[in-house]
């Protein structure tokens, strides 16, 4: 029996304010109908003006531990994964970890674009095999809303705001994180960005995107991740329990599935209700399946995200 990252508790959040697709602008000129064909997508999550990505990201986080059955100062390394933080610096996990009264350990965020939560729990998962940390609670966090062209219809119909947490530990199991895939390709960075920075143009920005061959790349780019980290493991596609994907379009998820040889009926799916959260997607999607009691433990799931950069992954873990 090995040493391993085991989750001893999930949390999510979301803002109070929905808006439907036939909530969203007239000017966009699109429908429920055009959208929820193309995306699955029927109605996402907005924080409101004051709350920032820390607030939803701590909400989350209170949730996790308490599931975990632990105090909030077991906690020795805080990660977020987010691309839309409160501030340049300090980074949004030491606001967390203050908020939370946490005076231990270290904190710090990832930035992997939709991938984000994928890159987090891999860095989790070493500290904790390495016995750097014992307690990791890792975030996904996101507020997406402050970065979109609500004029664009191509992209601002497509993304919410949310947040979603897991708490890692190490133990002696025969369960727990069995092994993570992380991939980038920088010669795509286009397909998928901001055209803001701080560095740059001094502007918050707004998500661009060139949606049909983001498309391409994530369904190639995602089966044979998931394949390879199968075949790693002596692991088969039968063996696989669930696929928590990250919730882009379900599209992409239904043909990632269908190209793999997997039941659409194994893959989880939020993004009707959530919209794509980004980072935040994968946590929030496997909070929905414990407290809908989908998922149980001994289950083996896969965890699957692509993002801009490009940027993907894919972790396998007995639950």
């Known amino acids: 029996m090995k040493f391993s990252s085991y989750i ?14 036939n909530d969203l602008p007239k000017k966009l000129n699109t429908t429920d109908e055009w959208i929820k064909t193309r995306t699955g ?21 209170k949730k996790a531990i308490k599931n975990s059955k632990i105090n909030n100062t077991e906690i020795d390394l805080v990660i977020v994964a987010t691309s839309t933080p409160d501030h340049t610096f ?12 946490i005076k231990k350990g270290f904190a710090f965020d990832v ?6 939560f994928i890159y987090a729990i891999s860095i989790a998962d070493n500290y904790i095999k390495n016995k ?7 975030i996904g966090s996101e507020v997406f809303s402050r970065i979109l062209d609500w004029n664009d219809r191509s992209t601002c119909v497509l993304f919410g705001d949310g947040a979603g947490a897991i708490v890692l530990t190490g133990r002696k199991k025969n369960s727990g994180i069995i092994s993570t895939e992380l991939y980038s390709d920088g010669r795509f960075y286009d397909l ?3 055209d803001g920075g701080v ?10 995107m060139k949606g049909k061959e983001v498309f391409r790349h994530a369904v190639e780019k995602l089966t044979n991740c998931i394949e390879t980290n199968l075949k790693k493991n002596n692991l088969k596609k039968n063996d696989i329990d669930w696929i928590i994907p990250h919730q882009a379009n379900k599209r992409i998820m239904d043909m990632t599935a269908n190209k793999l040889g997997i039941s659409k009926d194994k893959v989880l799916v939020t993004v009707d209700k959530y919209a794509n959260t980004s980072s935040a997607s994968i946590p929030l999607t496997l909070d929905h399946a414990l407290s809908k009691k989908i998922v149980k433990r001994g289950d083996i799931i896969v965890f699957e995200a692509i993002g801009g950069g490009l940027t993907w992954g894919c972790s396998i873990l007995k639950y």
Request: net charge positive; hydrophobic share 35%.
């Open 41 to 61: 997508i029927c109605q996402r999550y907005i924080a409101n003006k004051k709350q920032l990505n820390s607030d939803l990201g701590f909400e989350a986080a």
């Open 192 to 194: 998928l960005y901001v």
């Open 90 to 101: 300090p980074s949004t996990a030491t606001k967390i970890q203050g908020k939370l009264g």
């Open 199 to 208: 560095a740059s143009n001094q502007k918050a920005g707004h998500i661009k």
């Open 8 to 21: 001893l508790g999930c949390g999510g959040y979301l803002p109070k304010k929905i808006i439907t697709n």
């Open 111 to 116: 930035q992997a674009a939709c991938s984000g």
């Open 132 to 138: 750097q940390a014992r307690n990791a609670l890792v």
